[in-house]
């Protein structure tokens, strides 16, 4: 599977980003994932969807300012970031897991895009 992040910039600290993640291909029992990664930190969880059911869960940190969605037909997975803040700067990845386990361990997700990088100024 490749996945294909984009949508990253530069914005002011209150303000919004959609990030969208194009996947090659997709099963139902997939959950798809966004993670971030600040400077001289380690990759931490944002938040996850089931692809079948659309269920999502989500880090406290974001809880409430992010909404993760899906669009089947076009094999994408969204990120709606609204209320950014500076601490929300880091590289964003989407990743995949395909046993449908819809885990916040980086480790238990099989495939992982490229990367796009969030930078909010205050």
């Known amino acids: 599977v490749q996945l294909q992040a984009y949508g990253g910039g530069l914005v002011q600290a209150g303000g919004s980003l959609r990030l969208s993640c194009v996947a090659s291909?997709?099963?139902?029992?997939?959950?798809m994932a966004w993670f971030r990664q600040a400077p001289g930190k380690e990759r931490e969880f944002v938040a996850n969807i089931r692809w079948r059911t659309g269920k999502s869960y989500y880090a406290d940190s974001v809880k409430g300012r992010f909404t993760i969605s899906r669009d089947n037909a076009k094999n994408t997975v969204y990120l709606q970031m609204n209320g950014l803040k500076p601490e929300d700067t880091a590289v964003y990845y989407c990743a995949t897991e395909e046993d449908g386990l819809p885990s916040p361990a980086r480790s238990e997700y099989d495939y992982w895009g490229q990367g796009t990088l969030v930078t909010v100024s205050s």
């Open positions: 291909r997709t099963y139902s029992n997939y959950v």
